[in-house]
């Protein structure tokens, strides 16, 4: 059992930084969306992005459990997805995200209209790509593959992106003074040292489990 709640603390935590502080594109959208277009269409939106965001999920998990289950895979899996994370991080720190162009055409139409938006928004923005293979890589190596400790870790990282975009787009009109390019362009730098700092512990523990199995002589 407690290896089922570590998954559902990680997954909690993967939520929030991935819904909270790694705005962007999608963050920008939904709050003007939801403004503009009210609460209903903003919801649609958010689960445009929860499909594209499990469709990311399930790539990058069937990619990666291709792998056999050896020491050498965990060590590179553990690496690599800490050395992506690292540069995940850096990437939010050093770039200033653009507000994404959301013209009339795109905010208006039918709900499945902006379920499709949202979809794609999300799914063109190449930074949940990456966050994805980093994530997934860093749980399974930290769940040693266990199929059920990784598919809680991501219903409950899923469910806490939606519960706070669902949030997002209630309070849209009171937060749109505080959601500035600024404000994103700190909580970008706030979440890439988070990331960076995560990423240099798996990569630093996956250099010293390489170590500690292959020692030199």
Request: glycine fraction near 6%.
């Given at each position: 059992m407690s290896g089922?709640?570590?998954?559902?603390?990680a997954g909690a935590g993967a939520g929030l930084l991935l819904a909270i502080l790694i705005g962007g594109p999608v963050f920008f959208a939904l709050?003007?969306?939801?403004?503009?277009k009210g609460f209903l269409i903003g919801l649609f939106f958010a689960i445009g992005v929860i499909i594209s965001d499990s469709s990311?999920?399930?790539?990058?998990?069937?990619?990666?459990?291709?792998?056999?289950?050896?020491r050498l895979a965990e060590e590179l899996l553990g690496a690599g997805g800490g050395a992506f994370l690292i540069g995940f991080g850096l990437r939010l720190i050093i770039k200033k995200e653009k507000p994404v162009d959301i013209n009339e055409k795109v905010i208006q139409g039918s709900l499945f209209k902006s379920?499709?938006?949202?979809?794609?928004?999300n799914t063109l923005n190449p930074a949940a790509l990456l966050f994805w293979i980093a994530t997934v890589s860093a749980v399974t190596v930290q769940f040693?593959?266990?199929k059920h400790q990784i598919f809680a870790f991501f219903i409950v990282c899923m469910s806490t992106v939606f519960g706070t975009d669902?949030?997002?787009a209630f309070l849209a009109g009171?937060?749109?003074?505080?959601v500035t390019p600024k404000f994103i362009l700190w909580l970008h730098r706030l979440s890439g040292g988070i990331l960076m700092a995560i990423g240099i512990e798996k990569l630093g523990a996956a250099i010293m489990n390489y170590f500690k199995f292959h020692p030199f002589g």
């Open positions: 089922i709640w570590n998954a559902i603390i709050i003007k969306i939801s403004i503009e990311y999920f399930v790539l990058s998990f069937l990619g990666i459990s291709q792998l056999k289950n050896t379920l499709v938006n949202g979809f794609l928004i040693s593959g266990n669902v949030l997002k009171k937060v749109k003074n505080i």
